[in-house]
């Protein structure tokens, strides 16, 4: 066992033992927006910061909470991390990925990846969630190493955007484009993510999703779309209004997790 998959099994058992679960189901990566969505899906038996686990680092990013909490949702075992690690802060792809991996050694056979993103269609005005479809790395940074050959022709699980189509036949689905930040894109970087096929932007998630795949977990990204991407409205982007964003949808993103995350 090597170095990452050894601290991500740590902090497994350590979880393990705070919950009294022996084997969780499904994980759950909050990004910026989501965490209040997560309430809808009950009270926590355990809340612990996530530094406190072996492993992880304190989020620095304002709207991430940096915890790490195990919830009951209609009876499968969920653990929810809200407050990532980005690429941006400087720890590298192990810290970026240890959550899923984490999740992976506690059991999980699933994992819900979320973000607060930009979005490049018109149509999609803040607030709106998008399903991932696809996404394009523009990071030139992988979580793996070696000769780790993993196929990610369906790293999305059709299966799981199907069941969401199910539990909302009104979202669309996209193409998540990963920006390395922590600047935000320039005009000319969002036209250039729309010629390559991007509909979505933003500094997280495909790193997350790499590693949940070579570790043998079906993926589903969600995304919310907190501001149309720069050059698209004219107005400067903060940080600020994608928490915006997420606080005006946040009954919406509730009932959307409550709804899919049972069926898992």
Request: aromatic share 4%; net charge negative.
């Amino acid at each position: 066992m090597d170095d990452v998959q050894a601290l991500a099994q740590q902090a497994a058992d350590r979880i393990g033992v705070l919950t009294g679960v022996d084997k969780h189901d499904v994980a759950l990566v909050l990004g910026s927006g989501w965490g209040a969505a997560a309430e809808a899906l009950g009270t926590p038996r355990l809340e612990v910061a996530s530094e406190e686990l072996p492993g992880f680092i304190a989020s620095g990013v304002p709207g991430h909470g940096g915890r790490v909490a195990s919830v009951s949702v209609g009876g499968l075992e969920v653990l929810l991390f809200s407050g990532r690690t980005h690429l941006y802060e400087g720890h590298g792809p192990a810290s970026v990925a240890h959550p899923v991996r984490v999740a992976a050694a506690a059991g999980c056979r699933t994992v819900v990846l979320t973000n607060g993103c930009g979005g490049l269609r018109p149509e999609w005005s803040p607030g709106t969630p998008v399903i991932i479809r696809d996404h394009i790395n523009l990071t030139a940074q992988t979580p793996l190493v070696g000769a780790t050959f993993v196929d990610l022709t369906e790293v999305y699980s059709p299966r799981l955007r199907a069941l969401v189509k199910e539990v909302d036949p009104t979202l669309d689905e996209g193409v998540y484009v990963q920006f390395t930040g922590p600047q935000y894109e320039t005009p000319a970087e969002i036209r250039m993510a729309s010629v390559i096929g991007g509909d979505l932007v933003g500094m997280s998630t495909t790193l997350e999703a790499i590693a949940a795949r070579a570790a043998g977990l079906e993926v589903l990204g969600l995304s919310l779309v907190t501001n149309q991407a720069a050059g698209m409205s004219g107005d400067t982007l903060d940080h600020g209004e994608v928490l915006d964003a997420g606080r005006a949808a946040g009954e919406r993103l509730g009932s959307l997790l409550s709804r899919v995350v049972p069926r898992l």
